[in-house]
């Protein structure tokens, strides 16, 4: 009576008794029926993508206020230049430093201690146990796998004594045998010399172990020692201060010097307040609130369409009558385009346009700092912590103005989706109750239809009796 379908992944009844294409008809009113549905999909679609914007512009703004709060701390400004009168000479500054100079002369590197052991193919003992002892008289006593030299390698870099051995090849002995020396080097500085005795920590102190870099064949190539260098040489005041390394630390406060090699008398290390670099640290914040300005407008700005009819249709931007957006963007922008006593935004190199945005030109800056230093780095700061608390006012993690924002569209957005989902389940039951309705339509149809061809074969039966 009836044929059964599949359309769209439902069921599809069509009728053969009522020539109607169910299946359409059925697929026609639930299209009408979902409608809501539908709408409501399109609406979180829209809001899960303003979800997405917010989250982008709020990490932004939460870069912005980290950098902005480092940028107003005590010290953040104290960036410093280093020069040297001469090339064997570098330096560097941090924040703890100030501007000056001091001259030395480098008389000494540091070096660490580099010896070879006498050639041999093995170990006379199995296993051989052997002592290091450092400068202090420490002893560190270490045994080896075998009496292979490549494991009494191994067992000397084991130890972590201080000293680094590596095997090297030495020839042959009479009988064609390899011949190995064993190179020892240690770091650089004169506490970290060394010597290698053949035998225990015991007989070490006994005095009965051998001293395996005194014996013929072996020798040192580099002693241990300290850099060393000259204060105020030829003066009264005279003085000779060393290193374990080639770097001199804190020998001004926050000023390390390093040497590469000797100097050819006395070499001058200046020190000087760097307006660039602080210009250029500044720059970068105002970078990062350029952007955030410039991400603003775009998804804030309104466009037009025009049709194929002349007719014009205008379309906001994803930001488009934000309030919290306008009002993080309004905030951040007077935290910096506001004067700061009688210094104002133009003498820190800020421009603002007359389209609303701003520029920065570092050179301004860098001359503002070397004519007023102190009062210009004090403005530079203050501004620095205003972007600072607007910045935190709208990204931070719990009390955000934007966060909140976020927040409560998420939660929309997961009611939404509990709508979309109950919406399923109302429209499933509702083509499930059509499809019924409609197969009982068919059999009712049906039924009629044979009740009318036993009537009409009955009448006809009569009529043909009544001819005779």
Do not use: C
């Not at 409501?40 to 990490?59: G, V």
């Not at 590469?260 to 609130?289: E, M, P, Y």
């Amino acid at each position: 009576m009836s044929s059964v379908g599949s359309t769209g992944g439902s069921i599809g009844i069509d009728g053969l008794v009522s020539g109607l294409d169910t299946t359409s008809l059925i697929n026609s009113l639930m299209s009408a029926e979902a409608a809501p549905q539908t709408q409501l999909k399109s609406q979180l679609s829209s809001l899960q993508s303003t979800i997405s914007a917010l989250q982008s512009l709020n990490t932004s703004v939460k870069g912005i206020a980290d950098a902005a709060s480092a940028l107003s701390k005590p010290g953040a400004l104290n960036l410093f230049s280093t020069s040297s009168t001469q090339s064997a000479l570098t330096a560097s500054a941090d924040a703890t430093a100030a501007a000056g100079s001091i001259s030395l002369q480098v008389t000494q590197l540091a070096a660490g201690q580099v010896s070879v052991t006498a050639p041999r193919s093995s170990w006379a003992t199995n296993p051989p146990v052997l002592t290091i002892v450092g400068s202090d008289g420490t002893q560190h006593e270490v045994t080896a796998a075998s009496a292979s030299i490549a494991d009494v390698v191994g067992a000397i870099n084991g130890a972590k004594a201080g000293v680094t051995a590596v095997q090297v090849a030495a020839g042959t002995a009479s009988d064609g045998t390899t011949l190995y020396r064993i190179q020892l080097t240690s770091d650089t500085g004169a506490k970290n010399a060394f010597s290698l005795y053949d035998g225990s920590a015991a007989s070490v102190t006994a005095g009965t172990a051998t001293n395996l870099l005194t014996q013929p064949g072996a020798a040192t190539i580099s002693q241990a020692q300290d850099a060393k260098a000259v204060l105020w040489g030829g003066s009264g005041a005279e003085q000779t201060i060393t290193s374990t390394t080639n770097t001199f630390t804190d020998l001004m406060p926050g000023v390390d010097i390093t040497a590469t090699a000797v100097t050819s008398g006395a070499a001058t290390v200046s020190v000087a307040r760097s307006n660039d670099q602080i210009a250029a640290k500044f720059g970068s914040l105002l970078s990062s609130l350029s952007s955030v300005f410039s991400t603003i407008a775009s998804k804030s700005a309104v466009t037009t369409t025009t049709a194929s009819d002349s007719t014009t249709a205008a379309s906001g931007g994803i930001f488009t009558g934000d309030s919290t957006v306008r009002a993080a963007n309004d905030s951040l922008f007077q935290a910096l385009a506001y004067p700061v006593g009688s210094v104002s935004p133009s003498q820190l190199g800020i421009s603002i346009n007359q389209d609303g945005t701003f520029s920065f030109d570092a050179s301004t800056l860098s001359a503002a700092l070397a004519a007023d230093p102190d009062g210009v780095s004090t403005a530079m700061q203050t501004v620095a912590g205003r972007i600072a608390a607007s910045a935190t006012a709208a990204s931070d993690p719990y009390t955000g103005t934007i966060t909140a924002s976020i927040t409560g569209d998420q939660s929309t957005a997961q009611q939404m989706t509990d709508s979309i989902s109950a919406w399923d389940l109302r429209l499933t039951a509702r083509r499930s109750t059509l499809e019924t309705t409609y197969a009982a339509l068919e059999t009712q149809l049906s039924a009629m239809k044979s009740q009318s061809s036993w009537l009409a074969s009955q009448i006809s039966g009569l009529s043909t009796g009544s001819s005779k």
